[in-house]
């Protein structure tokens, strides 16, 4: 029976970096950032979807999803952006429940579950267990405006629209203190998946 773990942090707190570990050592990485952009594709239903309910006009000529246009739709608009999510949430669970069931059929010990919004999607009844990547509040501000080239308020303003990373490890089954440096957080890695008897 494979084991299904979850895999979330909030910007800037280097889960990508964890994912990408993950994948080094052979893990199976489900990733609910690829699954989005694989959903609204050229020929996929949720793209026909988002047509039909925001206009051809939100489609590039190439017929691909015009993000920017898309975007600036949804960005002050509650309304919209609703409709938006009750079209893409659905579609990228499938994906990623197909992504699954293809990686248990070919014999996967342990699926990695890499959702950004684990916690705030409510999305935790598709995994096993948690896995937390953690920085303090200085450090995730600090490496969100050098990694965007933000200043500090829209950085804040990014870092609010999540749930704090405070909450998200007080609920998780582990977590990873990337506060550190690469070999610390690796090495913790392998402690979790060593605990947790988990093979590729």
Not at 73 to 94: G, T
Not at 133 to 159: F, G, H, S
Not at 176 to 196: A, P, S, V, Y
């Amino acid at each position: 029976m494979a084991v299904i773990i979850g895999l979330t942090g909030s910007i800037a707190s280097g889960k990508s970096t964890v994912s990408r570990l993950l994948q080094e050592l052979g893990y199976t990485i489900v990733d609910a950032d690829v699954a989005a952009r694989k959903v609204v594709e050229p020929g996929q239903p949720a793209l026909q979807q988002i047509a039909e309910a925001f206009g051809e006009g939100i489609l590039l000529p190439d017929g691909s999803l015009d993000r920017a246009k898309l975007g600036e739709r949804i960005f002050n608009n509650e309304e919209e952006r609703k409709k938006l999510n009750s079209i893409i949430h659905p579609a990228v669970r499938q994906f990623m429940k197909d992504e699954k069931e293809a990686a248990i059929e070919a014999g996967k010990q342990t699926i990695i579950m890499d959702i950004p919004l684990l916690y705030e999607s409510k999305l935790t009844w598709m995994v096993g267990k948690v896995i937390v990547v953690y920085v303090d509040k200085d450090t995730q501000l600090q490496r969100l405006m050098a990694r965007n080239q933000l200043d500090e308020d829209a950085a804040k303003a990014r870092i609010a629209s999540q749930l704090p990373l405070a909450e998200k490890a007080a609920q998780a089954d582990a977590v990873i203190d990337n506060n550190g440096t690469i070999e610390e957080t690796k090495e913790q890695l392998l402690r979790i998946l060593r605990d947790w008897q988990l093979t590729p």
